[in-house]
Nanobody, 122 residues
Framework: QVQLAESGGGSVQAGGSLRLSCAVS????????MGWFRQAPGKQREEVAA???????RYADSVKGRFTISRDGGNNTLYLQMSSLKAEDTATYYC????????????????WGQGTQVTVSS
């Protein structure tokens, strides 16, 4: 079992920045694809960014140039640096993990955190 725990959510003014963190259990020992997702009330969950086990990244078009996904050197923590935040970024943000390469379908991700709330006010 892989355990994920998000933190760093909060309320921020539009145009501001916020960094989310995801603590990953046994990340040093297990090869994992990692990703960030978000879900606003009444909307479907969507992939925001993902990072492959070998380091390659991908981003949703809506966040390209504003968000950056990364992980620490020890691969114990996943980060999502969010800048130039917009009201549309308001959502619950989840980190997820899957062994091997990053899935292309949301339903294929095996492990999920509980989420952290991000609220952007304008």
């Amino acid at each position: 079992q892989v355990q994920l725990a998000e933190s760093g959510g909060g309320s921020v003014q539009a145009g501001g920045s916020l960094r989310l963190s995801c603590a990953v259990s046994k990340y040093r020992d297990i090869s994992l694809c990692m990703g960030w997702f978000r879900q606003a009330p009444g909307k479907q969950r969507e992939e925001v960014a993902a990072i492959e086990t070998y380091g390659s990244t991908r981003y949703a078009d809506s966040v390209k140039g504003r968000f950056t996904i990364s992980r620490d050197g020890g691969n114990n923590t996943l980060y999502l640096q969010m800048s130039s935040l917009k009201a549309e970024d308001t959502a619950t943000y989840y980190c997820a993990a899957d062994p091997g390469s990053c899935p292309r379908k949301l339903s294929s991700w095996n492990y999920w955190g509980q989420g952290t709330q991000v609220t952007v006010s304008s």
